[in-house]
Nanobody, 126 residues
């Protein structure tokens, strides 16, 4: 059974930090990408960050670059997202995703990810 188990999230004051973690199981992922998307109320789900195993490359949306850091634990098949200097506009449900994006130009495309977690809430209050 394919499973992406998310943990972390919660509520924090603006300027604070939170950490998310996601462990993947049930599929021979091999050289895949694993990352995070988020969806704020009334908005489309959007790309946040991803770690592409091939080349060990990281990608970030412009809105979180410099504040969020994604890292990978190969032994655990896990990815973590350290979120610093959080802003109220970061408030959203964050989803872990795993897949095999066809090239670096596709890593921010939701349809390239085949497995998704249930989502975890992040709330940043001012």
């Amino acid at each position: 059974q394919v499973r992406l188990e998310e943990s972390g999230g919660g509520s924090v004051q603006a300027g604070g930090s939170l950490s998310l973690s996601c462990i993947a199981s049930g599929r021979p992922y091999g050289e895949y990408a694993m990352g995070w998307f988020r969806q704020a109320p009334g908005k489309e789900r959007e790309f946040v960050a991803t770690f592409r195993w091939r080349g060990r490359m990281t990608f970030y949306s412009d809105s979180v670059k410099g504040r969020f850091t994604i890292s990978r634990d190969d032994a655990k098949n896990a990815v973590s997202l350290q979120m610093n200097n959080l802003k109220p506009e970061d408030t959203a449900v964050y989803f872990c995703a795993a897949g095999w994006p066809a090239g670096t130009t596709r890593v921010k495309t939701q349809s390239e990810y085949i497995d998704w977690g249930q989502g975890t809430q992040v709330t940043v209050f001012s």
